[in-house]
């Protein structure tokens, strides 16, 4: 028995062996609820544990060689293979098949696993797309996860989610887990849930332990002043985010003329470079992370001192997705954002939450370093192509350019599982312009501004 919740021997010694000490908020409330047979929905931030919280009640119920029984649908490739790993660290004492199905592979290895499986973790459109030539079957599945549901249907898989829903046995049982409850998540609570359960955790952030502040810099020395925050100030573990595919690969190929080591992640990278990144941040091989919203989207990095903000989110919902990577668990942390002109539209539609209150500080002095950016070839991938042009910052060269066209995860190997959202993301990020008052220069101390 642990925190007054009874599992199964072989799950509370793979729990156990794990390192965990104690059950989070969510799965002291969701895994009860799981092991009676309930309707769950479980509102949670990434990183307060809810892949536990399903995870070991499902694997109580289920048998190996009964067929599919377990369909867990997520968003993001790098989430699908997070989910799959951690569900077999869980199931390590107990006999069962646990595969990854996603799109940007090859699809034939996976009829195979598909036949085998006991669970499947998959994104929308490469189920759909196996579920179309028949090739899985849901007719044993007894439990169906919905995981970071506001994300799936954010990227355009509502209509995919649906309809696989629908292929499923009417008497299953229905856990969905979401860190927002946007009318498309309510209306899928209404159509496919049965009396759910609900449950609203605590945020897992501290944020009397979080540092939030901006700095209003010029276009052409943004880069010069990530360089320096990272030279001088983040010696921890870091993320930065930026709006686009392009940006984060021009920005961490900047950052290694710089002398500093940065893994890229973005859908625009193969899944088996995409993997190596994410292993190696795991290493702790490389403590700088540059990625786009949708490919970190989920993904459980622990020990994170600071978040920064290349490009600003573009919602209050996005803002809080990024800075809820740091200052977990009683730990310290600080998110930065970079506001240049380009910004400003977007940053100031993320303070109209009144609950975020960031404090903008004076710019320190900082070398002014060359930026090379990189030129892309209509219709080519991510990447430097053609001759790269030297300009300091970005200037006027960030909201011009070819920038590559997101996909939906979904039909054909080559899809990238970044779906609508990244798409409408490079359209906007770089087209904005500031109207209106700009703000103030900023004092030598401190303050707390609402950058209206």
Same mark, same amino acid.
């Given at each position: ?73 997520? +968003? ?8 799959? =790993? ?37 994104? +929308? ?9 028949? =090739? ?32 499923? +046995? ?25 009396? +759910? ?256």
């Amino acid at each position: 028995m642990i925190s007054g919740i009874h599992l199964q021997a072989e799950l509370k010694k793979a729990f156990e062996e794990m390192g965990y000490l104690e059950m989070t908020e969510i799965q002291q409330k969701a895994i009860p609820l799981i092991q009676h047979g309930k309707d769950v929905i479980g509102q949670s931030q990434t990183g307060s544990g809810k892949t536990a919280a399903f995870g070991f009640p499902i694997l109580e119920k289920i048998s190996h060689n009964a067929g599919l029984q377990v369909l867990i649908l997520v +968003p993001t490739r790098e989430l699908c293979e997070q989910v799959s =790993t951690e569900m077999r660290k869980f199931a390590k004492h107990k006999r069962m098949n646990i595969y990854a199905i996603y799109g940007g592979v090859s699809i034939n290895p996976q009829f195979g696993m598909i036949r085998q499986a006991d669970i499947v973790v998959g994104t +929308p459109g490469r189920i759909l797309d196996h579920l179309e030539r028949g =090739t899985i079957n849901f007719s044993k599945v007894k439990i169906l996860v919905l995981d970071e549901a506001d994300k799936m249907f954010e990227m355009g898989f509502v209509d995919d989610v649906s309809r696989i829903i629908s292929q499923t +046995p009417r008497e299953r049982q229905t856990l969905l887990f979401s860190a927002t409850m946007s009318q498309q998540v309510h209306n899928v609570v209404k159509n496919y849930m049965k009396n +759910p359960e609900k449950i609203k955790t605590q945020a897992y952030v501290e944020e009397s332990k979080m540092e939030q502040l901006f700095y209003s810099v010029p276009s052409r020395d943004k880069f010069s002043l990530l360089s320096h925050i990272l030279k001088h100030e983040a010696q921890g573990i870091t993320i930065i985010f930026c709006a686009t595919r392009n940006r984060v690969d021009v920005i961490s190929k900047n950052l290694y003329k710089q002398g500093i080591q940065a893994l890229s992640l973005h859908g625009g990278l193969s899944q088996n470079r995409r993997k190596q990144s994410i292993d190696a941040f795991h290493r702790g091989e490389v403590s700088v992370l540059v990625a786009s919203d949708v490919a970190a989207r989920g993904l459980d990095i622990k020990n994170v001192s600071h978040v920064i903000n290349y490009d600003s989110p573009k919602t209050s919902k996005e803002y809080i997705h990024r800075i809820g990577r740091t200052a977990r668990a009683g730990t310290e942390g600080k998110v930065i954002s970079l506001i240049a002109e380009q910004d400003h539209d977007n940053f100031r539609n993320v303070l109209s939450d009144r609950s975020i209150v960031v404090q903008q500080v004076q710019l320190p002095v900082f070398e002014k370093i060359s930026f090379v950016a990189g030129v892309r070839e209509p219709g080519r991938g991510g990447g430097f192509h053609g001759r790269p042009s030297y300009r300091r910052g970005y200037g006027s060269q960030s909201g011009r350019g070819s920038y590559g066209h997101g996909h939906r995860e979904s039909r054909g190997s080559s899809s990238d599982g970044e779906g609508r959202s990244e798409r409408s993301g490079e359209r906007s990020s770089h087209g904005s312009s500031y109207q209106g008052n700009r703000p103030r220069s900023s004092s030598s101390r401190p303050h707390e501004r609402r950058f209206r």
